[in-house]
Nanobody, 126 residues
Framework: VQLQASGGGLVQAGGSLRLSCVASGLTSQTYVMAWFRQSPGKEREYVSGINWTGTSTSYADSVKGRFSISRNIAKNTVYLQMNSLKPEDTAVYYC????????????????????WGQGTLVTVSS
């Protein structure tokens, strides 16, 4: 599986960005795609996930109400709409995918996922 994340950039606090992640080489039609992020000196943390039917999503408490995850099956793409950005959202954002059936868990560890994209940097200035 190959994952290509894009859409990061520099934005002022309160602004918005939309991240995209294109997946190729998927061999399963049932899976969860997720976004993680990692700030300098911190561990990679779960941000949001969505199942491929789009019927189940979950968000980290720190982004609930501000971020929204969605997917386009035809384009094998998952999006992360980030609104009301805060300086503490500054991080490299990574997308990942894992075979899964059913509902998205409320939280994942990075070790639950085996395939990672190269990441896209989001910088929020105060």
């Amino acid at each position: 599986v190959q994952l290509q994340a894009s859409g990061g950039g520099l934005v002022q606090a309160g602004g918005s960005l939309r991240l995209s992640c294109v997946a190729s080489g998927l061999t399963s039609q049932t899976y969860v795609m997720a976004w993680f992020r990692q700030s300098p000196g911190k561990e990679r943390e779960y941000v949001s996930g969505i199942n491929w039917t789009g019927t189940s999503t979950s968000y980290a408490d720190s982004v609930k109400g501000r971020f929204s995850i969605s997917r386009n099956i035809a384009k094998n793409t998952v999006y992360l709409q980030m609104n009301s950005l805060k300086p503490e959202d500054t991080a490299v954002y990574y997308c990942s995918v894992r075979p899964a059936v059913g509902y998205v868990r409320s939280w994942y560890s990075p070790s639950d996922f085996g395939s990672w994209g190269q990441g896209t940097l989001v910088t929020v200035s105060s």
